[in-house]
């Protein structure tokens, strides 16, 4: 499985941005999928989750400002983030865990600022 991180980018306080994290050679199936963020020096955070069962579970800091989600091929999964702020500028990685084999994406970047 090789998961593809798109999206990042410069925005300004207050507005959005979608990540996209697309998986080739395998679909997203019933394993565990969710973003994370990191900054240089400090430990790799869980941002959003969907986990096989179905749950989604925001870290607090998220909470009501982003969404994530899967297309209906389930090869895809997005991060939709509004009202963005500075503290959420990092590099976003996408995860994947099926049966205890976990995946990352190379990340993208996120800077937020004006």
């Known amino acids: 499985v090789t998961l593809v991180e798109s999206g990042g980018g410069l925005v300004q306080p207050g507005g959005s941005l979608t990540l996209s994290c697309e998986a080739s050679g395998n679909v997203f199936g019933d394993g565990t999928m969710a973003w994370f963020r990191q900054n240089p020096g400090k430990q790799r955070e869980l941002v959003a989750k969907i986990r096989a069962n179905g749950d989604i579970i925001y870290a607090d800091a998220v909470k009501g400002r982003f969404t994530i989600s899967t297309n209906g091929a389930h090869d895809t999964m997005y991060l939709q983030m509004n009202r963005l702020m500075r503290q959420d500028t990092a590099v976003y990685f996408c995860?994947?865990?099926?049966?205890?084999?976990?995946?990352w994406g190379r990340g993208t970047q996120v800077t937020v600022s004006s």
């Open positions: 995860y994947y865990n099926l049966v205890g084999m976990t995946y």
